[in-house]
């Protein structure tokens, strides 16, 4: 009737004027373009709920409207049964009101700073989002668009996602979606794989605009090998940035030290450390990072030993404050946890089940500091490193090279060998020698050149016929020229050959050669450090091996005077003359080998 209509079409007006206002309000709360996208979307609301408007009812008109101004009920106060076919009522106000529904996806109202998102998991659902899925009572997976769940790129919008380089790369349709994503500046959540394995998911959402920086970390091998491979890596990642593992150690540095150390404890409830800890701290950072005026830069290395400092600290009792004693003891007991095998072939060498002289003089033999690698622990041990000399024309033989146990730079290192040879002594007459180069006992192979020196003086010791001394032992490699070169883990090596005297037996007159340029490096421990302040224990820098071979033998090295030839009882003197000697046996040979 005209009745009703008119009534209907008050009651739109006044639930569309009612209605209007809060959306007014509501968009006001938004802006620039954002206003106008809420404002449409909220009218489409309005126009569905006018549209719908007898289901706001209580109960269902039967053949005529209600009274006008009839209130609203909410759903929960409507039965949930009803004679009159209320419940089917419901039912379809139930539905409409989920159409309504709104699903934050990010609530980015508390971004008070640039967001800052780091995913240590990239995979296609944690970077680009996902639906959520549910079984319904037929036992097919459904969703919808209230189940839409963001990933790590939405979050990071406006600011910057740091995501592994390693785990990235892993997956190939990741880094293929994430260039689409960066080139385009809009997130598409999809599902994995474009819906391929999902042919029943026909939702598409409207691709989200972001404005995202994404910072790859990772290894120097994976970022030349992306760059070999992937054509479109510096097109999307444009500024390349190389962080070192150490920083120059100054008043500024340590200030930055000790703000960390003050953060980490405030951060994670550790008790403060005292500033002789924090020094201790400074030091086993300038320990790691292998040289003196240089700091660490692995942080969660300093951070571990914070936390167990702190624990022995509540261990031991005594203090508020963490002190140098706990950062001390935490160390002992990390190293302790790791250095299963340096202990077993300590014990080796205490049994005499690995053969190490450190008292006494050899002939052709000297003692060389090798590094040894667990993966989790390293350490330095001395080596045994022999030579034997005679008549012949092979030259130097690296017996680690001919049993295939010697590595590249050790071979080369070898090879520099016979080049100051000849430096030395091929001034005159060709240096034709047989001799034999080997690392006793050892039986998983040799790389690097640090023992080039030692083979140096044990070649010397052979051919001139002087002993060396056992008690002191030699790292370093050498050039042609003689010149000595500096080595790494010298701080390890020092130590280990110092515990090795311990061992054995401290005899006061023991030590180690070591580079010169080396010395900038020592940060060694508080034992060897006091063994040497009373003179127990020496340590020898040298230049050249000159130097070095003077100290082991306690003889003049000898120099060569104007027609190259060196004093008869110089080292090199001994040497040339047994070379001379050589020379003439083995041009003998060939002589009496052709008649």
């Known amino acids: 009737s005209r009745m009703e209509s008119e009534i209907n ?5 006044e639930v569309r004027a009612a209605i209007q206002e809060r959306i007014d309000r509501m968009v006001a709360g938004y802006p620039g373009d954002g206003a106008s996208t809420v404002a449409g979307y909220l009218a489409g609301v309005l126009e569905e709920a006018i549209a719908n408007l007898d289901l706001f009812r209580r109960t269902p008109l039967s053949g005529s409207s209600p009274a006008a101004g009839q209130p609203a009920v909410p759903p929960a106060e409507a039965p949930s049964v009803s004679p009159d076919g209320s419940m089917t009522f419901r039912s379809g106000l139930r539905q409409l009101l989920d159409r309504f529904k709104v699903n934050v996806v990010l609530d980015g109202r508390h971004h008070e700073e640039c967001p800052v998102v780091i995913e240590t998991h990239p995979t296609y659902r944690r970077l680009f989002g996902y639906f959520e899925k549910q079984l319904d009572q037929s036992g097919h997976w459904t969703t919808d668009y209230t189940r839409i769940r963001p990933g790590s790129l939405l979050a990071a919008d406006g600011g910057y996602l740091v995501i592994t380089a390693e785990d990235l790369f892993s997956q190939r349709d990741v880094w293929i979606e994430l260039k689409r994503t960066l080139v385009s500046r809009s997130l598409a959540i999809l599902e994995e794989g474009g819906g391929v394995y999902m042919p029943t998911i026909t939702m598409k959402p409207e691709p989200i605009p972001i404005n995202v920086k994404v910072i790859l970390i990772g290894q120097r091998w994976t970022y030349e090998m992306l760059l070999e491979n992937e054509p479109d890596f510096t097109k999307m990642f444009k500024v390349f940035v190389d962080f070192d593992e150490e920083m120059d150690l100054n008043s500024k540095t340590l200030r930055q030290y000790a703000a960390f150390i003050g953060k980490l404890c405030t951060d994670e409830k550790l008790a403060e450390l005292d500033t002789p800890a924090v020094a201790a701290v400074a030091e086993f950072g300038a320990r790691v990072a ?3 005026g240089k700091l660490t830069t692995r942080f969660a290395d300093i951070a571990d030993l914070l936390r167990e400092a702190d624990y022995w600290r509540k261990h031991e009792g005594r203090s508020r404050k963490v002190m140098a004693r706990h950062i001390r003891a935490a160390l002992k007991e990390a190293e302790h946890r790791r250095n299963l095998t340096e202990e077993k072939l300590r014990e080796m060498l205490k049994l005499g089940e690995i053969f190490i002289d450190v008292k006494g003089d050899r002939i052709g033999q000297v003692n060389a500091l090798v590094m040894q690698d667990t993966g989790t622990h390293q350490f330095a041990l001395p080596a045994r490193i022999t030579a034997t000399v005679s008549p012949g024309t092979a030259g130097i033989i690296n ?13 080369k290192g070898v090879l520099i060998i016979g080049g100051f040879l000849r430096e030395r002594f091929g001034g005159s007459s060709p240096v034709t020698l047989t001799a034999s180069i080997a690392f006793e006992q050892s039986f998983g192979g040799v790389d690097g050149d640090s023992a080039s020196s030692t083979e140096v003086y044990a070649l010397l010791s052979a051919l001139a016929g002087l002993p060396l001394r056992q008690g002191i032992a030699v790292t370093g490699s050498v050039d042609q020229k003689g010149y000595i070169q500096p080595v790494g883990g010298i701080n390890d090596k020092i130590e280990g050959f ?8 401290l005899t006061g007159d023991q030590g180690v050669i ?32 000159e130097e070095g071979i003077e100290i082991l033998t306690g003889v003049s090295a000898g120099k060569p005077d104007g027609a190259g030839s060196y004093p008869e009882d110089s ?7 047994r070379l001379g000697r050589f020379n003439d046996t083995v ?9």
């Open 399 to 411: 017996i680690e090279r001919e049993a295939l146990m010697s590595g590249s730079f050790h071979t």
């Open 514 to 545: 070591v580079p010169q340029s080396n010395l900038r490096d020592l940060m060694l421990d508080e034992d060897v450090v006091e063994a040497v302040r009373r003179r127990k224990f020496h340590i020898y820098p040298v230049q050249t091996v």
């Open 290 to 292: 292998g040289r003196q």
């Open 9 to 13: 079409d008050l009651e739109k007006k």
């Open 571 to 577: 080292v090199f003197g001994l040497a040339a003359a």
């Open 498 to 505: 110092y515990k090795t005297c311990l061992l054995k037996g």
């Open 587 to 595: 041009r003998a040979f060939f002589k009496g080998s052709s008649l």
